[in-house]
């Protein structure tokens, strides 16, 4: 998709933001436990390359990516970090990982079977560094019995050549839930399986950032910090109380490009769902739901001069209509997400307007936004 750098509608991502969330969460850590940034989803949409820099410069020590492509957009941009594929890669891709440094997630034993077969026909240098998942209870990927990660543990130590185990792991479901009682049963789960562990691997590790911020006594030797390094509450509003408090690296802006007074009667947009009461001025904002600003967002409001301003009728692809109180000129700043004049929108609002939560609205903004970057 091509970049409206000609147009005044831009994502600003503030890098100080990011560094001040990342470095606090990085001096809380004990003084053997890593902080990887999880930059999956180009950096949970601010960026991927962006993002893993402010990470490096304010104490990250490795990076987590999704996908397999995530992980090499990073190397190619210079990252030379250990880097974990989260997600479950195919096993035809174990050499190009093995060459490329990446650690990649491994679920059960027929991959690393699979992987074996491809690793031992190429050369290759060097083992794939992988970590074991164990679901215990997030019901996504991984060993769920003592018995299968056995096998698994039994397969890698005699295919020393072909794997390195670097890691073990496992992802919580309700580490944001004010309730803790599931969580605690997966804590139990994690004990049982990894009582049958050799040796520990070099990375062990359990937490995503709520795990990090509230239950800081789980994190291992490692943790994967994502949503609270962009600065945003991983729950949502269900914990509001943060160990510190956490700065949103993302703003979205544009700026009127038309206004136009709306007589009584006259109304607004695709099916003319907003008819005016009085005579009002209405704007133009160059945004649309091919942005990823969502079309759900009727209803809801921007900012322009410190004030809130209803979005009226529908959201289009490309552009959308407010309800100004005064008439503007061409070129006044429109925030829809941060703050202007005193007043601010997060997109925890825009989340919860929508029924979603943020982690949704911030890796849907598409490509066609540009984004700016400060500090
Ligand atoms: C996305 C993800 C994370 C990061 O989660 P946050 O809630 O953004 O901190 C950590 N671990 C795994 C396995 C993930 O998929």
């Known amino acids: 998709m091509a970049v409206g750098e000609h147009r005044p509608t831009r994502l600003v991502i503030d890098r100080q933001a990011l560094r001040h969330n990342i470095q606090t969460e990085v001096k809380r850590l004990k003084s053997d436990c890593e902080l990887f940034m999880v930059v999956k989803a180009n950096g949970y949409g601010h960026g991927a390359a962006q993002v893993a820099q402010a990470a490096k410069d304010a104490g990250a020590t490795g990076f987590c990516v999704a996908i397999l492509d995530e992980a090499l957009e990073l190397r190619a941009a210079g990252f030379d970090e250990p880097i974990l594929v989260l997600g479950v890669t195919r096993p035809e891709d174990a050499v190009l990982m093995a060459q490329a440094r990446v650690s990649t997630v491994v679920a059960d034993l027929k ?26 209870g997030m019901g996504r990927i991984g060993f769920r019995t003592t018995d299968d990660l056995k096998a698994a543990l039994n397969f890698l130590g005699v295919k020393v050549d072909d ?10 479901s309700t580490a944001d839930d004010p309730d803790d009682t599931y969580f605690k049963q997966q804590v139990a789960k994690w004990q049982e399986l990894t009582a049958v562990l050799p040796f520990r691997p070099r990375y062990v590790h359990v937490s995503n950032s709520a795990t990090s911020l509230w239950h800081a006594a789980c994190n291992d030797n490692m943790v994967r910090f994502g949503v609270a390094g962009y600065g945003l509450n991983p729950s949502g509003t269900a914990i509001p109380e943060t160990p510190y408090p956490l700065r949103p690296a993302m703003q979205l802006v544009s700026e009127l490009v038309y206004t136009k007074r709306l007589h009584a009667g006259e109304s607004v947009s695709y099916g003319a769902t907003y008819t005016a009461q009085t005579d009002e001025w209405i704007g133009t904002v160059p945004i649309g739901y091919a942005d990823g600003y969502e079309r759900r967002l009727q209803g809801f409001h921007v900012l322009v001069g410190g004030q809130f301003c209803e979005i009226v009728g529908r959201v289009c692809m490309d552009q959308l209509m407010i309800r100004l109180p005064q008439n503007y000129v061409r070129g006044t700043k429109v925030t829809l997400v941060g703050a202007n004049g005193g007043q601010q929108i997060t997109l925890q609002d825009v989340a919860d307007y929508c029924g979603t939560i943020h982690y949704e609205i911030a890796c849907g903004f598409t490509s066609r936004l540009p984004r700016h970057y400060l500090n």
């Open 163 to 172: 794997f390195n185990f670097e890691g073990i792991f496992t992802h919580f």
């Open 111 to 136: 991959w690393l079977q699979e992987a074996s077969r491809y690793l031992e026909l190429t050369h290759h240098n060097r083992p794939l560094n992988v970590h074991l998942g164990l679901d215990t």
